[in-house]
């Protein structure tokens, strides 16, 4: 009986960390989206390291808002007229953007 309970704890053990990892690739790809959106924004040539840029500012804590303090700055920078609220919707639209790639990923 004992095996059995051990098997289980395994197995939700080994959900656990896909289901991690799994969110973990999501958010690095919709920060890299939301990097490339904002690089276009502010036409800047180089959208691919300004992207890896954002990935990097959500490393500093948890949550999106280490991210939401680094592209309002730049905002600021560049002076664009893109608002929080903007920025937020955007995030929202592209966490499931980047979902859906994911998950074809997988399928593929």
Do not use: C
């Not at 098997?7 to 053990?13: A, C, F, I, V």
């Not at 840029?53 to 905002?75: F, N, Q, S, T, Y």
């Amino acid at each position: 009986m004992s095996d059995a309970f051990n098997d289980r704890e395994k197995g939700y053990e080994a959900k656990y960390k896909l289901d991690a990892e799994a969110e973990f690739k999501i958010e690095v790809r919709r920060n890299k989206l939301l990097g490339l959106w904002l690089a276009q924004e502010f036409g800047i040539a180089d959208a691919e390291a300004y992207a890896k840029e954002v990935v990097i500012a959500d490393m500093d804590e948890p949550g999106i808002e280490d991210v939401m303090r680094k592209v309002l700055a730049d905002i600021e920078k560049h002076d664009a007229t893109i608002s929080e609220e903007s920025v937020r919707a955007k995030i929202e639209e592209l966490d499931a953007i980047a979902a859906q790639q994911y998950r074809d990923e997988l399928d593929a």
